[in-house]
């Protein structure tokens, strides 16, 4: 079965602490994405990896971490500089078709904070 | 800065009605247009879109794209409650980089599908 798993669905987080949020794909996709998704805001980029050991901050990278140290795996990290963390995150990754992109996605992990 | 902008932002209509759904997008380098929708999970892909005038076409669903006029409509026919989702659409540029990605999403449009 070829697909993007995330893990956990629901996570609960403490004030201060540091979680992290995991995103395994098999679909041998180069391109990984973290979004976050708020009502009524749309897609809003975190962190994206081209290739293994790199990537790029997005839009809204601040109090988040990433590491890509193998293909099939991109984690996130919400650290405790992040001061708003409840939403919904989405896991991506994609493929070329020609000269575009498309972008398969993760079921999610909804995050909370007590 | 490129954008992507949907309207309706939100929409309600009674099941067997037609609805189109609008996204127009300012992207540099842009090389097509993607629809998906979202229950209440991920998105799913539903099309893609990179010449203009040709429409694409999946069951009830429909789209097409305007180069010229920078938009795309997706269209739902006799719509069921199972229609009801976020359709969000996205522009995929080549210059790939810099804080926005290579993927550019809208805000999403709300469709609720009433029995």
């Known amino acids: 079965d070829g697909g993007i798993t995330q893990s956990p669905k629901y996570l609960f987080r403490k004030e201060g602490q540091n979680v992290t949020l995991s995103c395994e794909q098999n679909?041998?996709?180069?391109?990984m994405y973290w979004y976050r998704q708020d009502p009524g805001q749309g897609l809003r980029l975190i962190y994206y990896?081209?290739?293994?050991?790199?990537?790029q901050k997005g839009d809204i990278a601040e109090g988040y971490s990433v590491s890509r140290e193998k293909k099939e795996s991109f984690p996130l990290t919400v650290t405790s500089a992040q001061k708003n963390p409840t939403a919904f995150y989405l896991c991506?990754?994609?493929?070329?078709?020609?000269?575009?992109?498309?972008?398969?996605f993760g079921p999610g992990t909804r995050l909370l904070v007590l | 800065e490129d954008k992507v902008v949907q309207s309706p932002l939100s929409l309600v209509v009674h099941e067997g009605d037609t609805v189109t759904l609008n996204c127009s997008y300012e992207v540099t380098n842009f090389r097509s247009l993607l629809w998906y929708k979202q229950e209440k999970k991920a998105p799913t892909f539903l099309f893609m879109l990179?010449?203009?005038?040709i429409e694409k076409k999946s069951g009830r669903l429909s789209s097409i794209l305007d180069k010229k006029e920078l938009f795309s409509i997706l269209n739902i026919t006799a719509t069921q409650t199972g229609d009801s989702a976020i359709y969000l659409c996205a522009a995929s540029r080549s210059n790939y980089g810099g804080s926005q990605g290579n993927l550019i999403f809208g805000k999403g449009t709300k469709l609720s599908v009433k029995p």
């Open positions: 990179t010449s203009s005038g």
């Open positions: 991506a990754s994609s493929i070329w078709r020609g000269s575009s992109e498309t972008q398969y």
């Open positions: 679909l041998n996709h180069d391109a």
């Open positions: 990896s081209q290739i293994v050991n790199d990537f």
